[in-house]
């Protein structure tokens, strides 16, 4: 009989099983990764450091419009003084200054374009004038260097631009390009499997064309729904939040609640992927068939089952086959939470990223939220602005506990975040200040729609 | 000739043109939108309401496995002087009770599934004690509506559940799983035209499969850019930032400093998308191309050339055929800034979503730095945690500026995020506490990889 854990313990236990899987494969696989193109790499995780294949930029280039000179010619230069040099010629855009710079000569060059060799500075156009064809007058001295971008001054040839495990965003993308790179070598996304099990579960019903024509959603109506069946919320909901936390759903549908039909699929999904979610209906009849199912699928097997949370305790884990099985509560809400809490700092570990972090913000809370000593409790809000003209305030916003009930999706997708209550308290008390995850994107949403 | 704006002035007018263009684009265009499965909705923007087509649940529901009772035949039950039941038989998951629950007797039902009519609260499978094959003792009394959702508790039918745009996160993912949705209309991706010109920029090269089979990259090598070129960086750049920004970039690749290309692609680009960002080489020439191709696209034209910003001053913005089109600097650091400051707004405006937010923290900066009177300033910085045993210590962290020089892309991927320098400002002194915009996933990486 395996005892209830706390959500931390089994947090700690569950990761570290993981690193220790995780450590066991680099050790037997070659190095892992997929090669896509740069506009497939956005978001993506560097499989290997990428170092750079020759200096960038590859040649001198003016960061200016204006004269390409040696600066020795320029100096004591001024508008009273000018020094006056002989006209050699534009650089065009894109091509090479194949004529060598001669002593108190000077070339027309434009911004990003190539100095000629023996040139070493740049004389913005605005300190030129033109006296004829074949003469320039400088009015201002330029220091070696100035307005010039040296050879390799952005990345050394042999120089590691970008380490493996960087995140791929826009700018690592330019520094990619930068090089010439049009592919590059990413971690794979990881696949998570996911299963819904439950006689009562139906699937989401096909579109019907003829309510779509009209405008009308792809809603299997009332006459669809068989009495005394659901729809199944847990299989779309995860997958959306898996695609959320930059993985691969791979769905295997709803199993019904025969022990050979779950074994079945179990193993289809330990086969295609790196972790398989299991979101039971809540009875215990079905609990007994998941636990069974990871326990059959091989050793060690159920590593923990029931969790000192709420919502969220009928939760089973285990291993088998070297990688990890979760099974989550049937109720929407409470397998949202445990999603949440238990399977995102998984799913970073096997992805080689960082957590995503919500943001918080800090909320009193307008009512008294009575709690089980013993188990830890996340709790759904509403936030509504603080009165920040009252003196008293010392944050910006009011949270409103809504009654968290672990069936009701509805609600969690209605509220702007939720509170967490410690398993030692007994509750928290009206005007108490909390830490408030928000769920909405751009804040809290209490002057936006539904 | 106009004048310089402000990054303030310019972002309000283009905000204020584009609202205008979009409101009138709404009285003459049928509803937007486009139907996508559920796997394809997550993050997307709905387009309309979704209304309940009937009660979720549709059923009285049970929340624990145990009896299905009238509540009034368990009134002072106790452990000492238990109620007295007629077991009637259960009711399976996902079936319909049949026959009504008659005074005194109960149906056994797990957690999930239907109570049968007449039955008004379930009984905990703990408080049950079998007699015999038709006696039941119940230990406990039981309120009306214990362990019971009832039908319409999460939804009821007609009840707006989602509003048009809401972002479709997994939560309302699930919502409308709830419903039985296959599919819903959500808000076109923004199409979002790129075209970068210069004569002096080349394509990144085709992959070389002989360099990945042997593990090395796909680039093209020193011997493969043609002295005085440089790789295209600011075409998959912008394109990565679009895609971050939720958008859909459509690349025009690279155009050459020819009025008549220019024009030719920039009216393709107009056709096909909703905003154009060309990026123009910084040289005096290629500026006049684009403002000059901007004009001639339609009225009316040229909005704005040049702002009091660096990097980014050579930035040229304007409507033309009803679009926007930005024409972003050549210099990466600079075009990369002027899309986050000044494009970003106006994606979320056409996307009808909330601005992505950057995090910010404060910091305290180690070193002076000048700043030119005038002009808004962006400033690379690196992060390093501060010595928090210090008393004198207000901040986490201290930042340390890096020479932030618009060319050179690879600092800006380094970086861990940028400060502001307000316009009025002379430059700040060493010590000073800022506001530290963060760029990489996960917070400063002062301990991480580059």
Redesign the interface.
Known sequence: MLKVLTLDKARTLLLDELERLVSERHTTVA?PGE?VS??Q???RILA?A?VA???????D?S?V?GLAVRAADTFGASEALPAILNWAGE???????TQPLAAGACFGV?????LPPGADAMVM?EDVEQIDDETRLVTRSVAPGSHV?RRG???R?GQ??????????????????????????VMPQVRVGILST?????A????RPDH?AN?A??????E??????????????????V??AHGL?V?FGIVH?QFEDLATTLQHALDQTDLVLISG?????VRDYVERAIAAAGQPGVLLHGLAVKPGKPTVAGICQGKLVIGLP?H?VAA?FM?EQLVLPLLAVLGS???V?R?KVQARITSRIPSNHGREEFVLVRLMPADISDAGQSVAWLAEPLPT?S???????TSDGYLVIARDSEGLEAGCEVDVTL?????PSWN???
């Open positions: 190095a090669t740069l506009a790499a956005c978001g290997e990428i294949p020759f200096d960038v930029p590859s040649f280039r960061q419009d650089v065009a855009m894109g091509q090479v200054a434009a911004t990003g374009g190539m156009i971008t001054d952005d990345t040839t590691v631009v970008l380490s493996a495990g960087r995140c791929l965003k826009s700018q690592e993308i330019g520094v990619l390009a930068a090089l010439g790179l049009s592919q590059v070598r439950g006689d009562e579960l139906v989401a019903g096909c579109a779509l405008g959603h792809a809603a299997t109506g009332p669809n729904v068989p009495p005394g069946t659901v729809f199944d919320v847990n299989g779309p909901m995860l997958a959306a939040a695609r959320e759903p769905e609640d209906g809540s009875s215990a009849g049937g929407p949202w999603f990223r960082t957590p972090q943001t009930r069936g009701l999706i509805t609600q969690l997708s769920l909405q994107e751009g804040g936006k729609p539904i």
